[in-house]
């Protein structure tokens, strides 16, 4: 069964940074893409970034040249480097699993989500 497990969340003042983690355990199938996802409150599901199979990286316009997704295939574990955060940035952070070595900015494309971590901005 696959899972995926985030960590590093938490709370940190405007203009800080944050890395978060997302481990894959029990994968059984080859190369796949990751993405990350938040959701503030009342809001929908909103795609940030995401890294292929071949390590091509992607972003939302809100977040491009601050945050930074990678990803270690060693340890099967992606990254989200979150720099220079902004009270809007405050949501709820999903990683999640392509089967597929593309992924989207949908998140129908996904099969495997994470629990989410809490982020939160202060201003």
């Known amino acids: 069964q696959v899972q995926l497990v985030e960590s590093g969340g938490g709370l940190v003042q405007t203009g800080g940074s944050l890395r978060l983690s997302c481990a894959i355990s029990?994968?059984?199938?080859?190369?796949?893409?990751m993405g990350w996802f938040r959701q503030a409150p009342g809001k929908e599901r909103d795609f940030v970034a995401r890294?292929?199979?071949?390590?091509?990286?992607y972003y939302a316009d809100s977040v491009k040249g601050r945050f930074t997704i990678s990803r270690d295939n060693a340890k099967d574990t992606a990254y989200l480097q979150m720099n220079s955060l902004k009270p809007e940035d405050t949501a709820v952070y999903y990683c999640?699993?392509?089967?597929?070595?593309?992924?989207?900015?949908?998140?129908?494309?996904?099969?495997?989500w994470g629990q989410g971590t809490q982020v939160t901005v202060s201003s």
């Open positions: 029990g994968r059984t199938f080859g190369p796949y893409a």
């Open positions: 890294i292929t199979g071949s390590s091509n990286t």
């Open positions: 999640a699993v392509d089967e597929a070595p593309y992924g989207s900015q949908r998140a129908q494309t996904y099969d495997y």
